[in-house]
């Protein structure tokens, strides 16, 4: 990897605050090293407040072909994509963008695709199933969004934000595809419980699901990616429930970024 590394190097950016935690720079340049492409992946680390400027001063650079964005900008850098797609602008966040062929930017937003693909990939069927989603951020409603497209019949979401949680609900009750409704931390009676906040990446977080009543009838989700088993999905472990771990849906996620990265 990187044996080609030049001047003529394409460059992708992942923006974030905080960015420490994200694999996504090693994992997207082998990517696309293996596609072939002569690019890489760097991290940058930007506070809110400086992201605007950031990101104008990054549009400049004419061999700066794409940005990965993380928490917690999602929602900020949609208004930065002169276009986006129907994913994006129902959610009104993004997590990939690439230039326009006028150099303007194009977003999408992949993570809540990638994280219904982890879960098909266990041989778990959403269709028709009740599922509760902690969590109404920027991956939050990618998730829940992708959670109603695959078919489950009831979604209860919590999030400490009553406005955001509110907007998501209306948003999505909007598509007329299953019952969304404001949901809590306790799981009991669904049958897939996604945590889709970042409580349980620092030491002592308290747990974003009630584990007491988890049942290992219960199919148990986790965005986190650091550490790899979260405490959440720990204790679903220790129950006996399926899972699928930050890391499993990366790993579709990157897929699927790289590939819209690829077609600019």
Same mark, same amino acid.
């Given at each position: 990897?990187? #044996?080609?590394?030049?001047?003529?190097?394409? =460059?992708?950016?992942? =923006?974030?605050?905080?960015?420490?935690? @994200? $694999?996504?720079?090693? !994992?997207?340049?082998?990517?696309?090293?293996?596609?072939? $492409? #002569?690019? @890489?992946?760097?991290?940058?680390? =930007? &506070?809110?407040? #400086?992201l605007k400027q950031w990101f104008e001063g990054v549009s400049l650079a004419r061999n700066v072909d794409g940005v990965i964005v993380t928490v &917690?900008?999602?929602? #900020?850098?949609?208004?930065?994509?002169?276009?986006?797609? &129907?994913?994006?602008?129902?959610? !009104?966040a993004v997590n990939t963008i690439r230039r326009n062929a006028d150099g303007r930017w194009h977003g999408d937003m992949f993570d809540g695709l990638g994280y219904v693909k982890a879960i098909e990939? $266990?041989?778990?069927?959403? $269709?028709?199933?009740k599922a509760l989603l902690v969590?109404?951020?920027?991956?939050?409603?990618?998730?829940?969004?992708?959670?109603?497209?695959?078919?489950v019949s009831e979604l209860a979401i919590h999030d400490e934000s009553t406005e955001r949680r509110e907007s998501l609900i209306k948003r999505l009750n909007s598509l007329n595809m299953g019952r969304v409704f404001c949901g809590s931390g306790d799981p009991t009676g669904v049958d897939v419980a996604i945590n889709a906040t970042p409580l349980g990446m620092r030491e002592g977080d308290p747990s974003p699901i009630d584990l007491s009543a988890i049942t290992p009838q219960m199919f148990i989700g986790c965005v986190i990616t650091a550490p790899a088993v979260s405490p959440l999905i720990a204790a679903a472990r220790s129950k006996g429930c399926p899972t699928v771990t930050g890391a499993?849906?990366?790993?579709? =996620?990157?897929?699927?970024? @790289?590939?819209f990265l690829l077609e600019a």
């Amino acid at each position: 990897m990187l #044996d080609n590394f030049s001047g003529a190097t394409r =460059v992708h950016l992942i =923006v974030g605050d905080p960015i420490a935690q @994200v $694999k996504s720079p090693f !994992g997207v340049t082998q990517a696309f090293e293996q596609h072939g $492409k #002569d690019a @890489v992946c760097v991290p940058a680390h =930007v &506070p809110t407040q #400086d992201l605007k400027q950031w990101f104008e001063g990054v549009s400049l650079a004419r061999n700066v072909d794409g940005v990965i964005v993380t928490v &917690p900008h999602k929602f #900020d850098c949609h208004a930065f994509c002169a276009t986006s797609s &129907p994913r994006a602008e129902f959610l !009104g966040a993004v997590n990939t963008i690439r230039r326009n062929a006028d150099g303007r930017w194009h977003g999408d937003m992949f993570d809540g695709l990638g994280y219904v693909k982890a879960i098909e990939s $266990k041989g778990f069927d959403l $269709k028709g199933k009740k599922a509760l989603l902690v969590g109404a951020g920027g991956a939050g409603s990618a998730v829940a969004h992708s959670l109603v497209l695959a078919g489950v019949s009831e979604l209860a979401i919590h999030d400490e934000s009553t406005e955001r949680r509110e907007s998501l609900i209306k948003r999505l009750n909007s598509l007329n595809m299953g019952r969304v409704f404001c949901g809590s931390g306790d799981p009991t009676g669904v049958d897939v419980a996604i945590n889709a906040t970042p409580l349980g990446m620092r030491e002592g977080d308290p747990s974003p699901i009630d584990l007491s009543a988890i049942t290992p009838q219960m199919f148990i989700g986790c965005v986190i990616t650091a550490p790899a088993v979260s405490p959440l999905i720990a204790a679903a472990r220790s129950k006996g429930c399926p899972t699928v771990t930050g890391a499993e849906m990366f790993a579709q =996620v990157r897929e699927l970024m @790289v590939q819209f990265l690829l077609e600019a």
